[in-house]
């Protein structure tokens, strides 16, 4: 059996030597456009390398039909440590190599791809796959399986290459919408632009409260960023609104005090810059110092940053159009997996821990 593998991601990497690991007697050929492998897994958690989650669950994803592929989180951390990979978690949850550096991945999966002998090919572009009959054609040469883990279209991807090769498969695709990425704002003083304020984030819509969670948020100069705005956007990106107009932000800036004492501090004409950031105290005291502003500080939203700016697209290969084992429905011998598929995840690992379960389920489970 030949299998090609399209896209040294997490997912492409892990699924080449699962499958190699299950069943050596394969052959496997992993082709990546770039010049060395996991391009994705370089920039995660800006360069610290944030690839899982130690508290990864369905609760975390847009779906719950997943949790038989995230059962294989636990069996893609003993693969890594094969090679002595030591990792640790932080109170969030998010895991990191000791070496807090993605360099320290890259080597483990470079290690395990010689030790299973995978054969890699770099700067192998793929925008076309054709199909003889049983077999798959790439470049001229012919397989009889092939993985495609070409991930979505955010950040670095290429769209033209995801829509060619998706366009040569049989499946639907979902509405693409990014994900993990800032949110455009109603405007804000100048001067807290690149701040950054730790609160607490609710997000509205007509009002009422839809999500709510504390975290950091920063200040930039079109609108509102951080961990805790991409969860936000996660939730809102899942559907695919053309107008936003019905939504909201709202920063509680003293989520640790209770009612009575941010009432005694308005009573009291108490001087914010003891408690808050310059810029957010000078903004409050300016605008009438109402309880409001201190607790229910309300942003209206514009929309979502584009794909360039997101982490993460929302949508892809319809789960309809993909059978139990994520080989395709109407051609079982193509099996996908990660974010090219209509799954997608918070912010904190999670999206690259269900690219490596993705890629060691179907590892196992490939025919």
Same mark, same amino acid.
């Given at each position: 059996?030949?299998?090609?593998?399209?896209?040294? =991601?997490?997912?492409?990497?892990?699924?080449?030597?699962?499958? #190699? &690991?299950?069943?050596?007697?394969?052959?496997?050929?992993?082709?990546? &456009?770039?010049?060395?492998?996991?391009?994705?897994?370089?920039?995660? /958690?800006?360069?610290?390398?944030?690839?899982?989650?130690?508290?990864?669950?369905?609760?975390?994803?847009?779906?719950?039909?997943?949790?038989?592929?995230?059962?294989?989180?636990?069996?893609?951390?003993?693969?890594?440590?094969?090679?002595?990979?030591?990792?640790?978690?932080?109170?969030?949850?998010?895991?990191?190599?000791?070496?807090?550096?993605?360099?320290?991945?890259?080597? +483990?999966? !470079?290690?395990? *791809?010689?030790?299973?002998?995978?054969?890699?090919?770099?700067?192998?572009?793929?925008?076309?796959?054709?199909?003889?009959?049983?077999?798959? $054609?790439?470049?001229?040469?012919?397989?009889?399986?092939?993985?495609?883990?070409? /991930?979505?279209?955010?950040?670095?991807?290429?769209?033209?290459? %995801?829509? !060619?090769?998706?366009?040569?498969?049989? +499946? #639907?695709?979902?509405?693409?919408?990014?994900?993990?990425?800032?949110?455009?704002?109603?405007?804000?003083?100048?001067?807290?632009?690149?701040?950054?304020? !730790?609160?607490?984030?609710?997000?509205?819509?007509?009002?009422?409260?839809? #999500?709510?969670?504390?975290?950091?948020?920063?200040?930039?100069?079109? =609108?509102?960023?951080?961990?805790?705005?991409?969860?936000?956007? $996660? %939730?809102?990106?899942? *559907?695919?609104?053309?107008? %936003?107009?019905?939504? @909201?932000?709202?920063?509680? *800036?003293?989520?640790?005090?209770? #009612?009575?004492?941010?009432?005694?501090?308005?009573?009291?004409?108490?001087?914010?810059?003891?408690?808050?950031?310059?810029?957010?105290?000078?903004?409050?005291?300016?605008?009438?110092?109402?309880?409001?502003?201190?607790?229910? *500080?309300?942003?209206?939203?514009?929309?979502?940053?584009?794909?360039?700016? $997101? @982490? +993460?697209?929302?949508?892809?290969?319809?789960?309809?159009?993909?059978?139990?084992?994520?080989?395709?429905?109407?051609?079982?011998?193509?099996?996908?997996? /990660?974010?090219?598929?209509?799954?997608?995840?918070?912010?904190?690992? %999670?999206?690259?821990?269900?690219?490596?379960?993705?890629?060691?389920?179907?590892?196992?489970?490939? &025919?």
């Amino acid at each position: 059996m030949k299998v090609a593998v399209i896209g040294a =991601g997490p997912m492409g990497l892990v699924s080449s030597i699962a499958i #190699k &690991k299950f069943h050596p007697d394969f052959e496997v050929v992993l082709f990546e &456009k770039n010049n060395d492998i996991g391009p994705r897994i370089k920039v995660s /958690g800006n360069g610290r390398c944030n690839f899982n989650n130690v508290n990864v669950s369905v609760d975390k994803y847009n779906t719950d039909i997943i949790k038989d592929i995230l059962d294989c989180n636990a069996d893609v951390f003993k693969l890594l440590e094969e090679t002595g990979f030591m990792h640790y978690a932080d109170s969030e949850g998010r895991c990191y190599p000791l070496s807090e550096t993605s360099v320290t991945l890259l080597n +483990v999966f !470079k290690i395990l *791809l010689e030790k299973y002998k995978v054969e890699v090919r770099l700067e192998k572009e793929i925008t076309n796959i054709e199909f003889e009959g049983k077999l798959i $054609s790439i470049y001229g040469e012919q397989f009889d399986r092939l993985v495609l883990g070409i /991930g979505g279209i955010s950040s670095y991807n290429d769209r033209l290459c %995801y829509e !060619k090769l998706m366009g040569s498969l049989p +499946v #639907k695709l979902t509405e693409l919408t990014p994900s993990l990425a800032p949110l455009s704002t109603s405007s804000f003083p100048r001067g807290l632009e690149n701040r950054r304020v !730790k609160c607490e984030v609710s997000l509205l819509c007509k009002g009422r409260i839809v #999500k709510r969670e504390k975290g950091e948020v920063l200040f930039k100069n079109s =609108g509102l960023s951080g961990i805790v705005i991409f969860n936000m956007t $996660s %939730y809102l990106s899942r *559907l695919h609104l053309k107008d %936003y107009k019905d939504y @909201q932000i709202s920063l509680n *800036l003293l989520p640790n005090c209770s #009612k009575e004492q941010v009432n005694e501090l308005v009573k009291k004409k108490t001087n914010l810059h003891a408690i808050l950031l310059d810029q957010l105290a000078s903004y409050i005291e300016e605008s009438s110092y109402q309880v409001e502003m201190l607790t229910d *500080l309300r942003f209206n939203i514009k929309g979502i940053y584009d794909f360039e700016n $997101s @982490q +993460v697209t929302s949508g892809g290969i319809s789960l309809q159009d993909i059978n139990k084992d994520l080989s395709l429905r109407r051609n079982p011998r193509i099996y996908v997996g /990660g974010e090219e598929i209509d799954v997608d995840g918070e912010c904190g690992g %999670y999206n690259i821990a269900f690219a490596m379960c993705s890629g060691y389920y179907i590892g196992k489970n490939i &025919k």
